[in-house]
C-alpha cells in the first residue's frame, strides 16, 4: 500500500508512544517530556496560524540550538508551511537577502541574534516577528512565551503530500548569493531513515546537539531523534568545557562534531588532566566535513572511549549520502583502521555514488584516478529556490540526473571514496562553507586592491582556511600602500566573522593562463606542497 511520507510523523510518533518520556534538556533549565513538547508546539501552531501562516508559507528561524528551534520547526512543518533555518554567524546583509530571497512571512529569532534581523526589518517581506526574550530584544517583537500562552493547543493541519516542499535550506555558493535547498517531505523522511540506521539510533540514546540545528536541518536530527523517541539535549555554542560535563552529567550517548570541535576537546582533555570522557553511557560520535587526521580519530577513540563515524554529504544531499563506517573491512584491534575510517566512505542504502571523469564514465577503481562525486538517491534535493538555470546545472554536468558535488576523488576496490580535492570555489573551513569569489569581490571594493585571488590554505585548527593573495593598487607587493590587517578588517565589516581571511600574501601578479584567467592551481599547489591532498584535515 501507499502512505505519503510526512515528516510530521517523526513527532507524532514519539508523542503517541513516548508521551511522558523526557524529550528535551533545555538550555534554559527546563525539562521537557514529549507530552509537553508536543503542547507547546501545538500551541506555536495556532498562534502562527492566528498570524495568517498558512500552508507553503515561509517561517524562518534564527536561534542556536535551543528547544525553541526544535518547536518553531515541527509547529512550522504541522502548517504544511515551510520550514526555513538561517546560519546565525550571517550578517544583516545575508539575512536581507535570504528573507526577500524565500519570501519569508514570519521569523522567530533568539534575543541574542534578533537585532541583525532588527537592523534590516523594512527591507524585508516580514510581518510576524517572535522572539524567545522580547524584553532582551531591541525592536517591537512578540515574546515567544506569552504568544503560545496566550492560544489553546488547537489548528487546523491540512493536507499535504509527500512531493510538495517542506524546508528552505540556504547554502553558500560559489557565487556571493547563496542558494535555497528545497526540500519535500518525502527526501526529509527519507534522509532521516537514513540517519536512524547508519547512526544506529535507538529511543534509548541521549543526542547534545553540538552541530548547528540550521545545517539541513541537523543532518536530519531535529527528525530521527524525535521520531526514534530519544532525548534531546540542546546548547547554545560549542564549549569543550561545557561539552565534556553535559557528556558526563546527561550520559550523552551521541553526539556529532566537525573536526575542529573535535580539536577542541582533545586540547580540553590534554590540558585538564584528562578527565572521564563518558557517563555512565557509550559514547558513538560522527564526524563530517574535512577528513580528520589519523592522530585525532585514535586519540578519540583509544583515550576517549568514543566510537568515531566518519560521514560525507553537502546541504542539497540530506547531507548524507557516505559514511566510512565499514567494520567488516576493517580490524578493530589495528592501527590500520584509522586510515579507513579517514576516507569518505561508500554509499549509504539506497544511494548512488560514483566517482566520473570529464565524459560522466566511472573512473577505475584504482584508489589513484581522480574524477568528480556524483550521486542520486531519494534524500536529494528538489533543486534551488527559483533557480532553475543552477538546478540545471548541479544535475546534468558531466552524467545527466545525477548531483554534482563539485569534490574530486579516488575510490577504492570496496567503492569506498576519498577526496582529494575540490572542483568548486568553496572553502570548507571548521564544518562552514566559504565562497572564495564572495570573498574576492568583496576586497576588490578596496581601493588598494587591484586583483585578488582566494584558495584554500591548510590550518591545523579548521582543516582549510582562506588565503587571499593580493595584487596591491601600488603595483608593488613590497610596498603595498595598505597592511594586511586593514585588508583583514575590511572584510570584517562586510562579511560573517568565519568568512574573513585568516592571511593574506601580496604578490606583483597573479598566474594566468594565456587568456588572463587566473589559474588558482598553481597558487593552491603552492600551498598545499607538503600535504598529501589539496583539502583540509582536522
Not at 500552508?55 to 542556536?64: E, F, H, Q
Not at 570522557?277 to 572511549?305: C, H, K, L, Q, Y
Request: a negative charge; charged letters at 30%; one cysteine or more.
Amino acid at each position: 500500500m501507499y502512505k505519503s511520507l510526512l515528516v510530521t510523523d517523526f513527532l507524532d510518533r514519539a508523542r503517541d508512544h513516548y508521551g511522558d518520556q523526557e524529550a528535551v534538556v533545555a538550555t534554559t533549565g527546563e525539562r521537557y517530556t514529549y507530552d509537553e513538547l508536543g503542547d507547546r508546539v501545538d500551541r506555536l501552531s495556532a498562534a502562527l496560524q492566528a498570524r495568517g501562516i498558512e500552508k507553503g508559507d515561509r517561517v524562518a528561524v534564527l536561534d542556536p540550538n535551543t528547544h525553541y528551534q526544535l518547536e518553531t520547526a515541527y509547529a512550522t512543518m504541522q502548517l504544511g508551511a515551510v520550514h526555513t533555518p538561517l546560519n546565525y554567524r550571517l550578517t544583516p546583509d545575508d539575512f536581507e537577502y535570504i528573507l526577500n530571497d524565500a519570501g519569508v512571512d514570519a521569523i522567530v529569532a533568539d534575543y541574542e541574534y534578533a537585532h541583525n534581523i532588527e537592523a534590516i526589518r523594512d527591507e524585508v517581506p516580514t510581518e510576524t516577528f517572535i522572539s524567545n526574550d522580547a524584553d532582551r530584544t531591541e525592536g517591537d517583537w512578540e515574546d515567544f512565551e506569552t504568544v503560545i500562552d496566550d492560544v489553546e493547543p488547537a489548528y487546523d493541519r491540512p493536507e499535504m503530500s509527500e512531493d510538495e516542499i517542506i524546508t528552505i535550506n540556504y547554502t553558500s555558493g560559489t557565487t556571493g548569493d547563496p542558494k535555497g535547498v528545497m526540500r519535500t517531505h518525502r527526501t526529509e523522511t527519507i534522509h532521516a531513515y537514513l540517519v536512524a540506521i547508519h547512526q544506529e539510533l535507538r529511543d534509548d540514546d541521549v543526542y547534545l546537539w553540538t552541530l548547528p540545528m540550521f545545517h539541513v536541518n541537523g543532518w536530519g536530527h531535529i527528525y530521527a531523534v524525535t521520531g526514534i523517541g530519544a532525548k534531546h539535549v540542546c546548547t547554545r555554542g560549542v564549549d569543550a568545557g561545557e561539552i565534556v560535563e553535559t557528556v558526563q552529567s546527561e550520559d550523552v550517548s551521541i553526539l556529532c562534531s566537525a573536526p575542529t570541535v573535535l580539536n577542541m576537546l582533545i586540547d580540553y582533555y590534554e590540558e585538564n588532566d584528562r578527565p572521564a570522557m563518558t557517563g555512565d553511557n557509550d559514547v558513538r560520535v560522527t564526524t563530517a566535513g574535512s577528513a580528520p587526521p589519523e592522530a585525532t580519530i585514535r586519540t578519540v577513540e583509544d583515550e576517549f572511549g568514543w566510537y568515531l563515524k566518519h560521514l560525507y554529504g553537502a546541504t542539497e544531499t540530506g547531507p548524507l549520502i557516505t559514511m566510512s563506517d565499514a567494520r567488516r573491512l576493517m580490524d578493530e584491534d589495528d592501527d590500520s583502521r584509522f586510515k579507513l575510517k579517514k576516507r569518505q566512505g561508500m554509499g549509504v542504502l539506497g544511494t548512488e555514488v560514483e566517482v566520473v571523469d570529464d565524459d560522466g564514465e566511472a573512473v577505475p577503481r584504482d584508489d589513484a584516478t581522480i574524477g568528480e562525486i556524483v550521486v542520486r538517491g531519494n534524500q536529494i534535493m528538489e533543486g534551488y529556490w527559483e533557480k532553475p538555470e543552477a538546478t540545471e546545472e548541479a544535475f546534468d554536468d558531466r552524467r545527466e540526473g545525477w548531483f554534482h558535488t563539485g569534490d574530486l576523488a579516488v575510490v577504492d576496490e570496496h567503492g569506498m571514496v576519498s577526496i582529494q580535492d575540490r572542483k568548486k570555489d568553496i572553502i570548507i573551513s571548521g564544518g562552514e562553507n566559504i565562497s572564495s569569489i564572495e570573498l574576492e569581490d568583496t576586497l576588490f571594493e578596496h581601493d588598494e586592491v587591484s586583483d585578488v585571488a582566494v584558495i584554500p590554505a591548510p590550518s591545523d585548527e579548521w582543516g582549510e582556511t582562506p588565503k587571499a593573495f593580493v595584487v596591491p593598487a601600488s603595483g608593488d607587493a613590497d610596498d603595498p600602500g595598505v597592511e594586511s590587517d586593514a585588508l583583514v578588517e575590511f572584510a570584517r565589516e562586510h562579511l560573517a566573522k568565519y568568512k574573513v581571511p585568516r592571511r593574506i600574501e601580496f604578490v606583483d601578479e597573479l598566474p594566468t593562463t594565456a587568456t588572463g584567467k587566473i589559474q588558482k592551481y598553481e597558487l593552491r599547489e603552492r600551498e598545499w606542497e607538503d600535504e598529501d591532498r589539496m583539502v583540509g584535515q582536522g
